[in-house]
């Protein structure tokens, strides 16, 4: 199976600030990659699909990049309702499988 | 927009079938891809399994031996089955579901699920 590596486990930041968050693939997954956003007690919420769309209602600060084995999420002008932890997927082979988060602290 | 409703038992005991149901509304069971993913209480999310083309199931291979999906259309329900469960099994269960090719933009809320005697 594919392992998705995210790093770092822990991103502590500053409002207003720039967070890069970054998901490695054992193997090319193209760009067959999709990120989420999980708070507490919620269900995930997806944010980028194909490696770099943003999903309905995303806002622009959010952006995606990224093909292959090495993918970067970067969130601008960072806000109190961006601490989250980040999950990344690929779905370009069987089995789906997920980074291990991100947890993102504002 | 389509709804989704995780629903089942909360405790289940060890060695007996995991059995819970995700309930549609808004649109029908059949316009849509179908996973079940979980979430043991504080880790990441593991995918289970994948329902797609309204019929073809995928599954996790470390899950392979005792999972089942299914889709009643005329409930427009989905179902997870999960048997021989052990306490490695208590998680968080999430029904979701897409239009494109598996990234998951529709959730349940999940469903807890514990296994205990």
């Known amino acids: 199976e594919i392992v998705m590596t995210q790093s770092p486990a822990t991103l502590s930041v500053s409002p207003g600030e720039r967070a890069t968050l970054s998901c490695r693939a054992s193997?090319?997954?193209?760009?067959?990659l999709a990120w989420y956003l999980q708070k507490p007690g919620q269900a995930p919420r997806l944010l980028i699909h194909?490696?770099?769309t943003r999903a309905t209602g995303i806002p622009g600060r959010l952006s995606g990049s990224g093909s292959g084995t090495e993918f970067t999420l970067s969130i601008s002008s960072l806000q109190s309702e961006d601490s989250a932890v980040y999950y990344c997927?690929?779905?370009?082979?069987?089995?789906?499988?997920f980074g291990g988060g991100t947890k993102v602290e504002i | 927009q389509v709804q989704l409703q995780e629903s089942g038992p909360g405790l289940v005991k060890p060695s007996e079938t995991l059995s819970l149901t995700c309930t549609v509304s808004?649109?029908?069971?059949?316009?849509?891809?179908w996973t079940w993913i979980r979430q043991p209480p504080g880790k990441g999310l593991e995918w289970i399994g994948c329902?797609?083309?309204?019929?073809?199931?995928v599954y996790n291979p470390s899950l392979k031996s005792r999972v089942s999906i299914s889709i009643d259309t005329s409930k427009n329900q989905l179902s997870l089955n999960l048997n021989s469960v052990t306490a490695a099994d208590t998680a968080i269960y999430y029904c979701a579901t897409t239009k494109r090719w598996l990234s998951f933009d529709i959730w349940g809320p999940g469903t807890m699920v514990t296994v205990s005697s």
């Open positions: 997927q690929q779905y370009n082979l069987w089995p789906l499988t």
């Open positions: 329902l797609y083309n309204s019929g073809t199931t």
């Open positions: 194909g490696a770099s």
């Open positions: 193997q090319s997954v193209n760009s067959n």
């Open positions: 808004g649109d029908s069971i059949s316009s849509y891809h």
